[in-house]
C-alpha cells in the first residue's frame, strides 16, 4: 500500500528569520508552538563569512506564544564559522522543558565577529510518524 500522506500533512516550514544581514546583534526569535510535533528542526543558512566573524546559534524555548524565554537545556550555544553553509540543529519534543510550561521554540542568532553576515533561519516542525495515545482523565 503507497503512503498517501503528503509532505504537508507531517511536515510544517516556517520561516525563522528571513534573510538579513547583521553585525554585532541579533535576531528577535520567533517562536513557534511544538503542540502535536515531535521534532523540531532549524536549518541556518550562512552567507560569506568574512575573516572575524562568527555566529553564536542558540536553540531557545519559551512559555507560550508571550511567556517568558531561556536557552534550551542541554542544546548549548553553537559557534558557526563556515561560509555558504546550511547548519542543521534539532530538538525533541521530550528534550524540552514542558513540565514548567515551555511549549515553544525559536532560534537566536548572534553575529560576535562584527563584520556583515548574511544569514536566515528555515524551521520544520514535523507531526509523530505514529497518532499518540489518548492519555485517560
Known amino acids: 500500500m503507497a503512503n498517501v500522506h503528503t ?9 525563522e528569520m528571513g534573510i538579513a544581514t547583521l553585525s ?21 543558512l ?23 524565554a531561556q536557552a534550551l537545556a542541554g542544546a548549548g550555544a553553537l559557534a558557526d564559522t563556515q561560509s555558504n553553509t546550511v ?4 530538538v525533541r519534543g521530550e528534550e524540552m522543558s514542558v513540565n514548567t510550561g515551555y511549549t515553544h521554540v525559536g532560534m537566536i542568532v548572534d553575529e560576535t565577529g562584527g563584520s556583515n553576515l548574511p544569514v536566515g533561519v528555515i524551521l520544520l ?4 510518524r505514529y497518532k499518540q495515545a489518548v492519555l485517560p482523565a
Open 7 to 15: 509532505f504537508t500533512e507531517n511536515i510544517k516550514a516556517d520561516v
Open 24 to 44: 554585532t546583534s541579533a535576531n528577535a526569535a520567533i517562536y513557534f508552538d511544538m503542540k502535536n510535533y515531535d521534532l523540531a528542526v532549524f536549518l541556518v
Open 46 to 68: 550562512t552567507g560569506t563569512i568574512v575573516a572575524g566573524a562568527a555566529a553564536t546559534l542558540t536553540m531557545m524555548e519559551r512559555v507560550g506564544a508571550t511567556g517568558g
Open 87 to 90: 547548519t542543521v540543529l534539532q
Open 125 to 128: 516542525r514535523m507531526r509523530a
